[in-house]
């Protein structure tokens, strides 16, 4: 439940506490505080209704009153509620090695079909796609839309493969500069492996830029 004017509602909900303990327990600083007749009207008698019934019914009138001058609402209309997911940088291999078929059908594809596979598990998440070997570039920017960033993936093929061997280096400048601005920073790679010193460089080199490292 909300109020119209919420301002209203604290406003006189406070005083209205504070007077109902100063009546609750201190009779003499009440009495002291108003004219007589206006207590007289304020004070429960023992006429009709027991004293502590009938405070408890004119507090409780009194704070109707104010829950009603604030203007309750139930708000019953649909919200539209902005879920904010990920962002993830996927790098893929595109090395000469990658056409080895140890891995049916070829290491390649079976790098596209892990990444593919990814996108379809994270489907309020955006992500980006990059390939890499001696060189690095941009295949598809953060995106959302998954059928497009699978199309893309699904297209790269022995043509895109460069003959020489993967150099981690320059796809470390390139996804530093592509998750700047992205909290958290992750990254994951898609590779047949390397050098091993080249990615034990590559992964202190994330680590010193903030960015989570996943190799599959």
Avoid: C
């Avoid at 570039?137 to 959302?144: C, E, G, K, Q, W």
């Avoid at 043509?159 to 061997?165: D, R």
């Amino acid at each position: 439940m909300l109020f119209v004017h919420p301002y209203l509602f604290w406003g006189l909900v406070i005083p209205f506490v504070i007077f109902a303990l100063l009546i609750s327990t201190n009779k003499d600083r009440i009495s002291r505080l108003f004219d007589e007749k206006v207590l007289e009207r304020l004070s429960a008698g023992s006429d009709a209704v027991p004293m502590v019934v009938r405070n408890i019914l004119i507090f409780a009138a009194l704070f109707l009153m104010i829950v009603a001058i604030a203007r309750p609402v139930v708000e019953k209309a649909d919200k539209l509620v902005e879920v904010k997911g990920l962002s993830l940088l996927t790098a893929l291999d595109i090395s000469g090695s990658m056409r080895s078929k140890d891995d049916y059908p070829s290491r390649l594809e079976f790098a596209k079909k892990k990444m593919t596979t990814l996108f379809d598990e994270m489907p309020s998440d955006e992500i980006a796609v990059v390939a890499f070997a001696h060189v690095s570039f941009v295949l598809a920017p953060f995106s959302s839309d998954k059928e497009t960033l699978k199309m893309i993936v699904e297209r790269v093929n022995d043509q895109y493969i460069n003959m020489g061997s993967t150099d981690f280096s320059a796809l470390g400048s390139l996804s530093a500069k592509m998750l700047e601005e992205k909290k958290p920073k992750m990254m994951i790679v898609f590779s047949d492996g390397g050098d091993k010193e080249a990615l034990a460089g590559f992964a202190e080199e994330m680590k010193e830029s903030g960015i989570e490292l996943y190799v599959v």
